[in-house]
């Protein structure tokens, strides 16, 4: 128990808790508790999953699965309707379970469309998260902001508003204030969508140089299922509302499963031409 | 490692039980929601995050936002109100004979109630209104989930600024009106009296005008001259961010959201101000008893 990053127990999740942030509720006990338990009505039911500390980890599925929603439930931006999550090892209970209590714990979680803060340049978006936890003197955060543009080239870019930015280099400033937080748990939400051929090759030593190096744990939902092969890390899928065991790329590509058959058909295609 | 039932709270002695339901009962509903994002953002001021230079940078910002960019407007309506006030009130308290009540009406009329009451309607208007859009736009653009998974409080880093900061311009701006009307409202009258060739027949000097008003201001007055605007900037403020952070994830909803705020920021203000008013009455039947 000690040496994972994240466990899913039983998680389910309805439609309707989906709405909304509830950032003015307060939350109590039993606050949104239900009566039915309708699995018709759920997004995900019974989702297990364990993440050993360093591990990467990516999440598949056809789209409109809700391979988003369960990230954003392991941010605790939406909390599921039953079921229990442990970071560290660590229980925190449905009600203290919001997307503050969890970033305490050095998750961090890059958006799909990047989620700057529009009315500041690139380099406070950058700086904002490091100001407000005063993670050291200026001079150091300065240096940090440096550091996290050169990784991922935005450094000319600095000045500009995130409406002067293209979608793909958006991204990667949200990769970059994500990567200077030092998170030991990184959620990215299709890191690759949007990247040309050149930043997606980039990103992809990033990837590897922060588990390398930081050993960081990183999660990815991700369409681009080639991404696992390059990572060489484990997958799993999120097929008929729960996930999946995590096995290797090429147990899925050989494999003679429903997943396999509909998503690696390409792939296979593409192997038996070569 | 807590089985399900003891998160669930299931074995809660019978007071505790009570408490608990009594707290449920209270947040949900609106209001209560309302206070308790008023009571977390007063609290965030003190959270381990605070930084003087930031803080009051932020506030500064709102505070110029919310009230120094109304001015123009403020002060146009404010004179024009004022001149409308002091010309019908001296004429009529004229003809009916209580020239002498004039400061008391003046005061009642421009300090007391309606000057906070349209600084209010005016600053929830424009900046009540602004300010729901501002967050609202945020919640739909997914920003307010970033900020929070970054670990920066929204209601600390959105809703605090904006609160102080509207309560701030509130105050000034409520003595800046009741100073306008009545200063900027004497001369406008002085003007439509030489314009006119004093066709209303009025007999007005500023001596007579600024005696009047300042024998008829008590210290109740006063305090409500701090009192009202502060906690109608704080209705204005809060109720904006509520409606703001509650919008669903539908970019319909924020024009929605934005009525929303606007009008229930005209009602909350009003009954705030009924409230706020019995403690005139009892201020006023105790005077009643004096001078029986």
Same mark, same amino acid.
């Given at each position: 128990? @000690?040496?994972? &990053?994240? $466990?899913?127990?039983?998680?389910?999740?309805?439609?309707?808790? =989906?709405?909304?942030? %509830?950032?003015? !509720?307060?939350?109590?006990?039993?606050?949104?508790?239900?009566?039915?338990?309708?699995?018709?009505?759920?997004?995900?039911?019974?989702?297990?999953?364990?993440?050993?500390?360093?591990?990467?980890?990516?999440?598949?599925?056809?789209?409109?699965?809700?391979?988003?929603?369960?990230?954003?439930?392991?941010?605790?931006?939406?909390?599921?309707?039953?079921?229990?999550?442990?970071?560290?090892?660590?229980?925190?209970?449905?009600?203290?379970?919001?997307? @503050?209590?969890? &970033?305490? $714990?050095?998750?961090?979680?890059?958006?799909?469309?990047?989620? =700057?803060?529009?009315? %500041?340049?690139? !380099?406070?978006?950058?700086?904002?998260?490091?100001?407000?936890?005063?993670?050291?003197?200026?001079?150091?955060?300065?240096?940090?902001?440096?550091?996290?543009?050169?990784?991922?080239?935005?450094?000319?870019?600095?000045?500009?508003?995130?409406?002067?930015?293209?979608?793909?280099?958006?991204?990667?400033?949200?990769?970059?204030?994500?990567?200077?937080?030092?998170?030991?748990?990184?959620?990215?939400?299709?890191?690759?969508?949007?990247?040309?051929?050149?930043?997606?090759?980039?990103?992809?030593?990033?990837?590897?140089?922060?588990?390398?190096?930081?050993?960081?744990?990183?999660?990815?939902?991700?369409?681009?299922?080639?991404?696992?092969?390059?990572?060489?890390?484990?997958?799993?899928?999120?097929?008929?509302?729960?996930?999946?065991?995590?096995?290797?790329?090429?147990?899925?590509?050989?494999?003679?499963?429903?997943?396999?058959?509909?998503?690696?058909?390409?792939?296979?295609?593409?192997?038996?031409?070569? | 490692?807590?089985?399900?039932?003891?998160?669930?709270?299931?074995?809660?002695?019978?007071?505790?039980?009570?408490?608990?339901?009594?707290?449920?009962?209270?947040?949900?509903?609106?209001?209560?929601?309302?206070?308790?994002?008023?009571?977390?953002?007063?609290?965030?001021?003190?959270?381990?995050?605070?930084?003087?230079?930031?803080?009051?940078?932020?506030?500064?910002?709102?505070?110029?936002?919310?009230?120094?960019?109304?001015?123009?407007?403020?002060?146009?309506?404010?004179?024009?109100?004022?001149?409308?006030?002091?010309?019908?009130?001296?004429?009529?308290?004229?003809?009916?004979?209580?020239?002498?009540?004039?400061?008391?009406?003046?005061?009642?009329?421009?300090?007391?109630?309606?000057?906070?009451?349209?600084?209010?309607?005016?600053?929830?208007?424009?900046?009540?209104?602004?300010?729901?859009?501002?967050?609202?736009?945020?919640?739909?653009?997914?920003?307010?989930?970033?900020?929070?998974?970054?670990?920066?409080?929204?209601?600390?880093?959105?809703?605090?600024?904006?609160?102080?900061?509207?309560?701030?311009?509130?105050?000034?701006?409520?003595?800046?009106?009741?100073?306008?009307?009545?200063?900027?409202?004497?001369?406008?009258?002085?003007?439509?009296?030489?314009?006119?060739?004093?066709?209303?027949?009025?007999?007005?000097?500023?001596?007579?005008?600024?005696?009047?008003?300042?024998?008829?201001?008590?210290?109740?007055?006063?305090?409500?001259?701090?009192?009202?605007?502060?906690?109608?900037?704080?209705?204005?403020?809060?109720?904006?961010?509520?409606?703001?952070?509650?919008?669903?994830?539908?970019?319909?909803?924020?024009?929605?959201?934005?009525?929303?705020?606007?009008?229930?920021?005209?009602?909350?203000?009003?009954?705030?101000?009924?409230?706020?008013?019995?403690?005139?009455?009892?201020?006023?039947?105790?005077?009643?008893?004096?001078?029986?």
């Amino acid at each position: 128990m @000690l040496d994972e &990053a994240l $466990r899913l127990e039983d998680i389910h999740l309805s439609y309707k808790d =989906l709405a909304g942030t %509830m950032f003015s !509720r307060p939350r109590a006990l039993d606050f949104f508790s239900k009566d039915d338990d309708d699995p018709q009505n759920e997004l995900v039911s019974g989702a297990n999953l364990i993440v050993k500390k360093g591990e990467t980890l990516c999440i598949g599925g056809g789209s409109g699965q809700g391979k988003s929603t369960l990230l954003r439930i392991m941010a605790g931006l939406v909390r599921p309707s039953k079921g229990s999550i442990y970071y560290f090892g660590e229980y925190i209970p449905p009600e203290r379970l919001t997307a @503050l209590e969890v &970033a305490k $714990r050095q998750v961090g979680l890059v958006f799909q469309n990047g989620a =700057l803060i529009s009315n %500041m340049r690139v !380099r406070d978006n950058i700086a904002l998260p490091l100001r407000y936890h005063k993670m050291g003197s200026p001079a150091e955060i300065e240096e940090k902001i440096n550091m996290a543009m050169d990784l991922m080239r935005v450094r000319d870019e600095a000045g500009l508003f995130p409406h002067q930015l293209s979608a793909g280099m958006q991204k990667r400033v949200a990769i970059a204030r994500s990567w200077a937080m030092d998170p030991k748990l990184l959620l990215m939400d299709e890191p690759t969508a949007g990247l040309d051929n050149y930043n997606r090759r980039n990103l992809l030593p990033l990837i590897d140089n922060m588990r390398m190096l930081f050993k960081t744990t990183i999660i990815i939902v991700t369409h681009d299922l080639m991404m696992a092969k390059e990572l060489n890390c484990n997958l799993c899928f999120l097929h008929h509302k729960t996930l999946t065991e995590p096995r290797s790329f090429n147990y899925w590509l050989n494999s003679d499963t429903e997943i396999s058959r509909d998503l690696f058909r390409d792939l296979r295609s593409q192997k038996n031409n070569m | 490692m807590p089985t399900n039932k003891q998160v669930k709270g299931q074995n809660l002695s019978l007071p505790g039980k009570l408490f608990h339901s009594l707290g449920l009962a209270i947040l949900k509903r609106p209001m209560g929601q309302l206070l308790a994002l008023f009571f977390r953002a007063i609290a965030s001021l003190f959270s381990k995050n605070r930084s003087f230079k930031t803080d009051s940078k932020n506030i500064i910002m709102q505070t110029f936002f919310t009230g120094v960019e109304i001015f123009p407007v403020l002060f146009v309506v404010a004179t024009l109100f004022g001149t409308v006030a002091i010309i019908e009130v001296v004429t009529m308290m004229g003809k009916m004979g209580f020239g002498n009540n004039i400061g008391d009406l003046i005061v009642i009329v421009i300090i007391r109630e309606l000057g906070p009451i349209l600084t209010a309607f005016l600053i929830a208007g424009r900046s009540g209104s602004s300010l729901t859009t501002y967050i609202g736009t945020m919640v739909i653009n997914s920003e307010v989930d970033a900020l929070a998974t970054m670990g920066v409080d929204p209601i600390r880093f959105l809703v605090m600024p904006g609160l102080i900061g509207g309560c701030i311009a509130m105050f000034f701006m409520n003595i800046i009106f009741s100073t306008c009307a009545i200063v900027f409202g004497f001369l406008v009258t002085k003007g439509a009296i030489f314009v006119t060739g004093n066709m209303l027949n009025i007999q007005l000097t500023w001596d007579f005008l600024a005696t009047e008003i300042i024998g008829a201001i008590t210290l109740t007055d006063f305090i409500f001259i701090i009192i009202k605007p502060i906690v109608f900037g704080m209705i204005i403020t809060t109720n904006a961010c509520y409606q703001a952070l509650n919008i669903q994830k539908d970019v319909r909803q924020v024009p929605k959201a934005t009525s929303r705020s606007v009008i229930k920021s005209f009602l909350y203000v009003v009954i705030a101000d009924v409230i706020l008013s019995i403690f005139y009455f009892v201020d006023y039947m105790n005077s009643i008893n004096s001078l029986i």
